[in-house]
């Protein structure tokens, strides 16, 4: 008779690891078309593994501060290069109108209103009223693949994909002056430094301008090494996608070491890069592998979120923090989207749908992070079980209502959802000429 023995920890991870990835390669085309979304499966099963009896791993982030901010800003930035490169449409003022209203309006209004409710309503300090509403405001490159265009060149890129995609990509970056803010704010409250004249020419002139230059830069510099150099050297001969990976890593890397904003940085290489040879079949091969670590990531960070949901996470939370969350996901972003997209040419079904997918998830992990690990703060097992509650509801919410929804946005103009909008060699999408 063989002897049952105590699997091997190590073993044990690479059985989960095999069946992860695998999960990873079918979950989204078994969801295709289910009122179901991969994120809230990763959730479910989070919780399911950490609820058994021998789980006595705690992945809380007030347990490992450090791990949860690094991690989760990797899987951003990962984010943030697969949708620059999957962009149709030209970079231009009149062209991206949807994205500016995102940016200039809805984002500050949004963060605005949830400092307000914050710092009145929940009696949070404003600094920390400040923060709150600064990793909460930002709309989810990550968790919102299912509102975004498609790969690069399918077509797949109407008014409503485009907003979302190119609002996440950019909103990150552009809520960060706001962390450092309150950031700013609790130092000051507690040095009585002066902080208005370094946050504006530092945290917001240097910071926004370095690392979009620096993104240009970094973007044009991996565009001619890729298309431009003669054919024998060139690293589109390659056909290995791993290059998006080497951009994404060096254009955040270079940008935070002169202190600038890495988000924008990497989104704005993505966007130039696919500029560098708008219609090559490469930056498909580049998406691809951006994708595929992206959801390999997304799905670990996911299932350690519902274990930390399933270790008590939200313990604690009053039904005023409840009604807050509510709030902010059903009032304060469909209110500000709507706001921002006044007088802009689409279809009511169109701005409303933008208002509503406001979805939150990883960016907010990360800016939570950043900001309680650069600030001193009383009740960050308050802040955490808040936001966690956000972010929950919206992978809930969202996830059951996008199929259907966007399904149903097709139809009525005149798409089928269910054909592969795949165009042949040379066309690209809207606004892309």
């Given at each position: 008779?063989?002897?049952?023995?105590?699997?091997?920890?190590?073993?044990?991870?690479?059985?989960?690891?095999?069946f992860l990835i695998a999960l990873v390669a079918w979950l989204p085309l078994a969801l295709r078309r289910m009122p179901l979304s991969l994120p809230i499966v990763c959730i479910g099963l989070g919780v399911a593994l950490f609820s058994l009896p021998g789980a006595r791993l705690e992945p809380s982030p007030l347990a490992y501060p450090e791990i949860t901010e690094r991690f989760s800003e990797f899987v951003v930035i990962i984010a943030?290069?697969?949708a620059g490169l999957k962009l149709d449409r030209v970079f231009g003022l009149h062209r991206w109108e949807v994205t500016w209203?995102?940016?200039?309006?809805?984002?500050p209004l949004s963060i605005g209103a949830i400092t307000l409710l914050a710092g009145t309503w929940m009696g949070f300090a404003w600094p920390v009223a400040l923060l709150l509403g600064a990793a909460l405001a930002p709309t989810d490159p990550v968790l919102?693949?299912?509102?975004?265009?498609?790969?690069?060149?399918?077509?797949?890129?109407?008014?409503?994909?485009?907003?979302l995609t190119s609002e996440a990509g950019i909103n990150d970056g552009a809520a960060f002056p706001f962390v450092h803010l309150a950031i700013a704010l609790a130092l000051a409250g507690t040095t009585g430094e002066p902080w208005a004249l370094k946050w504006l020419s530092y945290n917001v002139l240097w910071e926004i301008g370095a690392g979009v230059?620096?993104?240009?830069?970094?973007?044009?510099?991996?565009?001619?090494?890729?298309?431009?150099?003669?054919?024998?050297?060139?690293l589109a001969q390659t056909g290995d996608g791993l290059i998006a990976l080497s951009a994404t890593f060096v254009s955040y890397g270079l940008t935070e070491i002169i202190?600038?904003?890495?988000?924008?940085?990497?989104?704005?290489?993505?966007?130039?890069?696919?500029?560098?040879?708008?219609?090559?079949?490469?930056?498909?091969?580049?998406?691809?592998?951006?994708?595929?670590?992206?959801?390999?990531?997304?799905?670990?960070?996911?299932?350690?979120?519902?274990?930390?949901?399933?270790?008590?996470?939200?313990?604690?939370?009053?039904?005023?923090?409840?009604?807050?969350?509510?709030?902010?996901?059903?009032?304060?972003?469909?209110?500000?989207?709507?706001?921002?997209?006044?007088?802009?040419?689409?279809?009511?079904?169109?701005?409303?749908?933008?208002?509503f997918f406001g979805i939150r998830g990883v960016g907010s992990i990360y800016y939570l992070a950043y900001g309680l690990n650069h600030m001193e703060v009383d009740g960050g097992e308050r802040l955490w079980a808040i936001a966690g509650l956000v972010i929950l509801i919206s992978i809930l919410m969202h996830g059951?209502?996008?199929?259907?929804?966007?399904?149903?946005?097709?139809?009525?103009?005149?798409?089928?959802?269910?054909?592969?909008?795949?165009?042949?060699?040379?066309?690209?999408?809207p606004g892309a000429g």
């Open positions: 008779m063989i002897p049952l023995l105590q699997p091997d920890p190590y073993i044990l991870l690479l059985t989960g690891a095999g943030l290069m697969g209203r995102l940016i200039l309006v809805t984002l919102a693949a299912d509102v975004q265009v498609g790969p690069p060149r399918t077509g797949e890129e109407d008014e409503v994909r485009f907003g230059a620096g993104g240009y830069l970094i973007g044009r510099a991996f565009g001619w090494l890729t298309f431009r150099i003669p054919d024998e050297t060139k202190h600038s904003y890495g988000f924008l940085s990497v989104f704005v290489t993505a966007l130039t890069f696919r500029a560098a040879h708008r219609s090559h079949d490469f930056h498909r091969e580049m998406h691809d592998v951006t994708e595929q670590v992206e959801r390999l990531a997304m799905m670990v960070l996911l299932l350690l979120f519902g274990g930390a949901v399933a270790k008590d996470l939200l313990a604690g939370l009053s039904w005023a923090d409840v009604a807050v969350a509510l709030i902010i996901l059903l009032v304060i972003r469909p209110g500000t989207g709507l706001i921002g997209l006044a007088g802009f040419k689409a279809s009511w079904s169109e701005k409303l749908t933008i208002a059951l209502t996008v199929t259907p929804v966007m399904r149903l946005l097709d139809r009525t103009h005149g798409r089928d959802p269910d054909a592969d909008a795949i165009p042949p060699p040379g066309l690209q999408g």
